[in-house]
């Protein structure tokens, strides 16, 4: 099977930053696409950044200028720098993968991490 495993998170004052890590193991023979998204207290989750295999990337308007993903594909792992962090950013982080093929099964899967706390003071 296939695990994401997050590290990085924690407390940091407002205008600080927290790099975010996040990596897959397991019988993968290719991933499509990796992010993270982020849920708040009494919020739904919602899509921070993603990252396609080719570089392609996707922000949230919150995080544009601030927030900057990256891949390591032949390490199957993603990042998430975190610039300029605010209170409202406070939230846990998952990670996910998407498109994931993986060794002696059919189709395509999703995976998500286990989640990361990220809590910014003011």
């Known amino acids: 099977q296939v695990q994401l495993v997050e590290s990085g998170g924690g407390l940091v004052q407002a205008g600080g930053s927290l790099r975010l890590s996040c990596a897959a193991s397991g019988s993968i023979l290719s991933i499509n696409s990796m992010g993270w998204y982020r849920q708040a207290p009494g919020k739904q989750r919602e899509l921070v950044a993603t990252i396609t295999g080719g570089g392609s990337t996707n922000y949230a308007d919150s995080v544009k200028g601030r927030f900057a993903i990256s891949r390591d594909n032949a390490k199957n792992t993603v990042y998430l720098q975190m610039n300029s962090l605010q209170p409202e950013d406070t939230a846990v982080y998952y990670c996910?993968?998407?498109?994931?093929?993986?060794?002696?099964?059919?189709?395509?899967?999703?995976?998500w991490g286990q989640g990361t706390q990220v809590t910014v003071s003011s």
């Open positions: 996910n993968a998407g498109g994931v093929r993986v060794r002696n099964m059919m189709g395509s899967y999703h995976y």
